[in-house]
């Protein structure tokens, strides 16, 4: 059972640019997780997602910044005119629909590490 | 709103060391409290995780014991190994929701010297 996929990696843009990142959840999870973590600091919630809806955005940035969990294909994560203090690793999460009894954990890719120059 | 608050790093230690890193958080009803690690240069991991009041939660020699009067997930180790070196993350899970919004602390660097 393949885990939390993100891509790309690394990804590197101009000032002014536009950044998609993806993240493909688990296998059989129903809800997607976005986190931001600056240089040197914690994990920043930014938003989650149920397939075609958002659930809970309040940690997105009011400019800029949208995400999307279509029907079919990865999440979404799109980052408008970048500045460089966009510059961060975004990691992506993902559980399956909650149920009585579940422990409410993520589980997290490896990260897309975007670089704004 | 829920909240988590880490002892500060960085910490260093030597290799056969005792390791507490302290976590105290602040929610109202009754969340789930987890562990996670990160590796330099990789994503998160579960490390533990207690689930009610009284719960250890233990893995690779970790531990830690939800203590819901002091609202306190201390973690303990007690021999740490140079692959111990990493950044461990406390985080709190809401509840009420379909899904499992994770809050964390700001991360402890731990540095296990030879």
């Known amino acids: 059972n393949a885990g939390v996929m993100q891509n790309p990696r690394h990804l590197v843009r101009r000032r002014g640019q536009e950044a998609r990142l993806r993240c493909s959840p688990m296998k059989g999870h129903s809800h997607v997780y976005w986190y931001r973590q600056l240089p040197e600091e914690g994990l920043k919630f930014m938003v989650y997602l149920q397939k075609e809806n958002i659930i809970d955005e309040s940690g997105m940035p009011k400019e800029r910044f949208s995400a999307e969990f279509p029907k079919e294909g990865p999440s979404i994560l799109r980052i408008q005119q970048v500045v460089r203090g966009d510059s961060a690793a975004y990691f992506c999460?993902?559980?399956?629909?909650?149920?009585?009894?579940?422990?409410?954990?993520?589980?997290f890719g490896e990260g897309s590490r975007l670089t704004v120059l | 709103g829920d909240s988590v608050t880490q002892m500060e790093g960085p910490v260093t230690l030597s290799e056969e060391a005792f390791l507490t890193i302290n976590c105290t958080y602040t929610a109202t009803g009754y969340p789930s409290l987890f562990w996670y690690v990160q590796y330099p240069g990789e994503g998160l991991q579960l490390l533990l995780k207690a689930t009610k009041a009284d719960d250890k939660g233990s893995n690779k020699g970790f531990e830690a014991t939800y203590r819901k009067e002091t609202t306190s997930f201390h973690l303990e180790k007690g021999s740490v190994q140079v692959s111990d070196s990493a950044v461990y993350f406390c985080?709190?899970?809401?509840?009420?929701?379909?899904?499992?919004?994770?809050?964390f602390g700001e991360g402890t660097q731990l540095t296990v010297n030879p």
């Open positions: 985080a709190l899970s809401d509840t009420g929701t379909s899904g499992s919004r994770l809050t």
């Open positions: 999460a993902s559980s399956p629909l909650r149920q009585r009894g579940s422990t409410g954990e993520l589980f």
